[in-house]
């Protein structure tokens, strides 16, 4: 009997304790949430309506595509027509270096893991000394070589800075996936008459694609984030990125809060469905490589 | 024409061997190699030779003055570096005291089965898939002055009476933005931990179990030291983060009030970036760098002494 109390305590106390991590984890998103789907009058409300009375979509819809009502003012337009170049940028721009990263990193990883190339371990190196150093170490010479090209404001400029960040992860990880391909593969299809780069195509690329799935999804998702670089590389409206066009508006008290809550929903949307969906392949990736981006 | 020296012909018949031999390697990863080294090690030894000068932006018709140490010792001497820095310490020193014992708690819970496992851990990848922008914008209207769920919260729970515009005070802007960014790392920091302690042998328990170790016995004896290479890679990410933590800062509270959250990561951009102080930044961030190299080491001696000792 006092056993079964016990069992029936600790049980108790147990999912309390994950009550409470859920709580942490979901509470701040849920007043995103909350405050997208408020209007204005009643997000000021004190004390809070928790659950809106009068719930109301019209942001999401006038982001999305829907003319915005008649009463929206000049700086609600122009935050939509932000948010919407901003999402159409940060697509391009997350495409690019999925793009770059997975064409140019499977190319180096393949010469690494089949060509006896020397020194695929020393990646690593370059890898850590990415991520260690102030990103700012970097940018300074960068930024002095763009602006004197006169590069600055350009998007292919963004992608290509952003995939000099991400290659170096990519080309380990997809090192690591080659390498447990068993080479009879490729020699069996070489013997058959197949080229060194069919092999590559026809039996590497296929075979790995958990691994280039989990290299291409983590690069778009940290692509779609970024923040620092095309905050200083880019500077008119029309090649800021989602991220820039939110930051833009946060800061200033004329907001229209209700309208950047759904924005901000609506931009983290595509980073939390890869994350979901692919989440196998991620944090296998993720965590043998001890990177977290 | 003389002979050239036969140690140095024969060299360079190796490396052209070499060449030779890897000849469609080398061509594969020439892409890789040039962005790698034209925008990551190229820029660094520029930066490095960068940091010894003033370059005079805002005012280009002064050449570059070569300054030697000139950078280096005024950083040292800045009383709004070394503030800076002693907040960064205070955001590392809080991520690793509560954000790591929380996101080992974490670890645990999940280790354990119970209904809907996996879904509460796919949950836990949410916060590191949030863009740091949208974060931030979470977190501006939770500590909102006016509609924040913080004010609303304590306000029905009758412990304020009147709202509070939280991120007007210095004395803690600092720890608001830390908490929002425990918020984003520790879910993925409790992933880590729980990837470390599923590779734990379940016979090692067992054992300790038959030797009659009690919970916490087998906690400090087996779980804590076999976590430590994860423990090692969150320690160095945390504070790598602490360094680095800039979005958070722009859209919470711009380094302010009264410079109260401007941190190393912030302090670098203002410099580098808005007062475009090139070579200062450029110092700055490689006495940065070698800080964290240092305590990366630091950290991977203490916690191998740790597990020679267990």
Redesign the interface.
């Known amino acids: 009997m006092t056993l079964r109390l016990k069992r029936l305590f600790n049980n108790a106390i147990?999912t309390v304790?994950?009550l409470a991590?859920?709580t942490?984890?979901?509470?701040?998103?849920a007043?995103?949430l909350i405050?997208s789907i408020s209007t204005d009058q009643e997000?000021?409300?004190?004390?809070?309506h928790?659950i809106p009375q009068q719930p109301y979509f019209q942001d999401y819809a006038s982001l999305l595509g829907a003319p915005p009502p008649k009463s929206s003012s000049l700086l609600t337009a122009s935050t939509i027509a932000l948010f919407r170049t901003g999402l159409v940028n940060s697509f391009l721009v997350s495409l690019g270096v999925t793009v770059?990263c997975l064409?140019?990193?499977s190319?180096?990883a393949?010469?690494?893991a089949r060509?006896?190339?020397p020194g695929g371990e020393k990646v690593i190196y370059?890898l850590l000394?990415?991520?260690?150093?102030?990103?700012?170490?970097?940018?300074?010479?960068?930024?002095?070589v763009i602006t004197a090209l006169g590069l600055l404001d350009k998007i292919p400029v963004v992608i290509?800075?952003l995939?000099?960040f991400h290659?170096?992860f990519v080309?380990w990880m997809l090192r690591g996936y080659f390498q447990t391909i068993p080479r009879e593969l490729e020699e069996a299809a070489m013997v058959d008459g197949t080229t060194?780069a069919g092999a590559l195509f026809k039996i590497i690329v296929p075979l790995s694609s958990p691994g280039l799935f989990a290299a291409g999804v983590y690069t778009f998702?940290q692509s779609?984030?970024a923040?620092?670089i095309p905050?200083?590389f880019t500077s008119s409206d029309t090649t800021k990125t989602?991220?820039?066009a939110?930051?833009l508006f946060?800061?200033r008290h004329d907001t229209d809060?209700t309208l950047?809550?759904a924005a901000?929903?609506l931009?983290?949307l595509p980073?939390?469905f890869?994350?979901?969906a692919f989440?196998r392949y991620?944090?296998a990736g993720?965590?043998s490589g001890?990177i977290?981006g | 024409m003389t002979a050239i020296p036969i140690t140095r012909s024969s060299r360079l018949t190796r490396i052209a061997n070499g060449i030779r031999r890897h000849q469609t390697a080398l061509i594969l990863i020439a892409p890789s190699v040039i962005i790698i080294f034209g925008l990551l090690v190229y820029p660094l030894l520029r930066s490095l030779y960068i940091s010894f000068f003033d370059l005079h932006i805002t005012t280009p018709w002064i050449k570059p003055t070569f300054l030697g140490l000139g950078n280096y010792t005024s950083i040292l001497t800045s009383g709004e570096v070394r503030e800076a820095f002693g907040r960064t310490l205070y955001l590392a020193v809080i991520g690793i005291l509560i954000g790591i014992p929380l996101a080992l708690s974490f670890a645990l819970l999940l280790n354990r089965r119970f209904p809907l496992r996996g879904l509460v851990r796919s949950l836990m990848l949410i916060p590191w898939a949030v863009p740091g922008v949208v974060n931030g914008l979470m977190w501006a209207r939770i500590y909102d002055a006016h509609f924040g769920a913080l004010n609303g919260l304590l306000y029905q729970f009758g412990i304020i009476h009147d709202y509070i515009p939280w991120l007007v005070y210095p004395e803690i802007a600092l720890l608001l933005v830390a908490l929002a960014d425990l918020w984003s790392s520790v879910p993925m920091m409790s992933l880590l931990f729980l990837a470390g302690l599923q590779s734990i042998p379940q016979e090692l328990y067992d054992a300790a179990a038959v030797d009659g170790a009690t919970g916490w016995n087998r906690f400090a004896n087996i779980t804590l030291p076999l976590l430590s290479s994860v423990m090692l890679i969150n320690l160095v990410l945390k504070t790598i983060s602490a360094f680095g933590l800039f979005d958070l800062v722009y859209l919470l509270t711009s380094g302010g009030p009264a410079n109260s959250t401007q941190v190393i990561g912030y302090y670098l951009y203002v410099q580098g970036f808005q007062r475009q102080e090139f070579g200062y930044t450029s110092a700055l961030a490689w006495l940065i760098a070698t800080m964290i190299l240092v305590l990366v080491v630091v950290y991977a001696r203490l916690l191998r002494g740790q597990e020679a000792q267990a």
């Open positions: 147990f304790l994950i991590m859920l942490f984890i979901l509470a701040p998103i007043w995103l405050s997000l000021v409300e004190i004390p809070p928790w770059v064409l140019f990193g190319l180096a393949y010469a690494f060509l006896g190339l370059v000394l990415a991520q260690m150093l102030p990103v700012v170490a970097i940018l300074i010479p960068l930024y002095q290509v800075l995939s000099m290659l170096p080309i060194r998702l779609w984030n923040f620092f905050l200083i989602v991220s820039l939110i930051a946060v800061g809060y950047m809550s901000g929903v931009a983290s980073p939390i890869l994350a979901l989440q991620l944090l993720l965590v001890g977290k």
